[in-house]
């Protein structure tokens, strides 16, 4: 069986975090407590929040403004948590600071702010990944492995599902905010279609339908990716209903089960067309240390990329998006 590798033998990295907000938390409690790595920074547009934060995780240092920590001589990473809206200003701050870069999900609003990120990666030379955690977690590293095994033959179908019930959040949350990139595809959506990229690669065919919420941006999104003549991703996302939150892949001697949640780590069952079943166990604590580590051995090299989510499949996925949104009628401001 093939596993990913253990986070702790990772080098040690000093991270500065940009934003602590609730995906902040989740990133320091990873680092902090399965990997090698230092939080030796973090800033906020509040000292107050920064200072708080700091406390919590005993980080030396705690920055009034997000200049300050890019200029933190102690920071070599930057990881940015703050809203979608921000994250193209937020990494370039970052990288015009001689930082490496890991950017949150979705990387930016659409595929131009990212090629923006890139370019200015590539012309620095820094180390920049999009933060998509589950393509590094054990239980994705071996479904990977067992298709490419072909245990379960020729893929032909992806399906996966991700939805929440956050109807009832205000108008004013960043979720029903167009000005801060809200709806489901960016915040939700994008793991269904970050995963089948992972599994298939870019689409030649995109076909969206959508609902959106009175504040404009997208309710509800069913998505069908086309990939040559018979190869077919069914995608769905919501803000309005906990969904299974589920994956199955289907090949032509079998399946792929992949359970509840699939982007988490959890467990999936191979069930071959002739009875055969095995269930493999992927669970662990916490997720986000795998991808910490990624950054810290692709930084450690040398690497500006790393080969399981590089820049152009970051690209490709927002491209995808960026025409998922045209077809649903969602625009942001500043588009």
């Known amino acids: ?91 370039l701050l970052a990288i015009a600071a001689g930082k490496h870069v890991l950017v949150e999900k979705s990387f930016t609003r659409n595929a131009a702010e990212a090629q ?32 490419e095994r072909g245990e379960i033959g020729e893929v032909v179908s992806v399906l996966a599902d991700h939805g929440q019930a956050f109807g009832h959040l205000p108008s004013t949350h960043r979720l029903h905010d167009p000005r801060l990139a809200g709806g489901a595809l960016l915040d939700l959506g994008v793991y269904p279609v970050s995963f089948a990229h ?19 941006v997208d309710g509800q999104i069913s998505i069908a990716l086309g990939y040559g003549e018979r190869v077919q991703a069914s995608l769905h996302t919501t803000l309005w209903s906990r969904t299974a939150t589920t994956a199955v892949i289907g090949g032509t001697e079998g399946r792929i089960e992949v359970a509840s949640d699939f982007y988490r780590p959890t467990t999936f069952t191979v069930v071959r ?6 269930t493999v166990e992927g669970l662990v604590d916490g997720g986000f240390q795998y991808q910490a580590a990624e950054v810290a051995r692709r930084v450690a090299e040398g690497a500006t990329e790393s080969p399981l989510m590089t820049w152009d499949m970051t690209l490709d996925v927002m491209r995808t998006m960026d025409e998922v949104r045209r077809q649903v009628g969602v625009a942001y401001p500043g588009e």
């Open 116 to 147: 923006e990120v890139v370019d200015a990666a590539r012309a620095a030379g820094v180390f920049c990944m999009e933060a998509m955690w589950t393509r590094f977690l054990p239980h994705v590293v071996e479904l990977r492995a067992a298709l």
């Open 198 to 216: 992972h599994l298939l690669g870019a689409p030649d065919r995109v076909q969206a339908l959508g609902s959106l919420t009175p504040t404009g």
């Open 273 to 278: 067309a002739d009875g055969e079943r095995r």
């Open 1 to 91: 069986m093939t596993t990913a590798e253990d986070p702790r033998t990772a080098p040690t990295l000093r991270w500065g975090v940009l934003a602590p907000g609730g995906i902040a938390h989740t990133f320091a409690k990873a680092v902090l407590g399965h990997t090698e790595g230092r939080i030796v920074a973090v800033g906020s547009r509040s000292l107050d929040r920064a200072e708080q934060f700091a406390r919590e995780y005993d980080v030396p240092t705690a920055h009034g403004t997000y200049e300050d920590l890019v200029a933190d001589p102690d920071v070599e990473a930057v990881y940015v948590a703050s809203p979608h809206s921000e994250h193209r200003d937020h990494a």
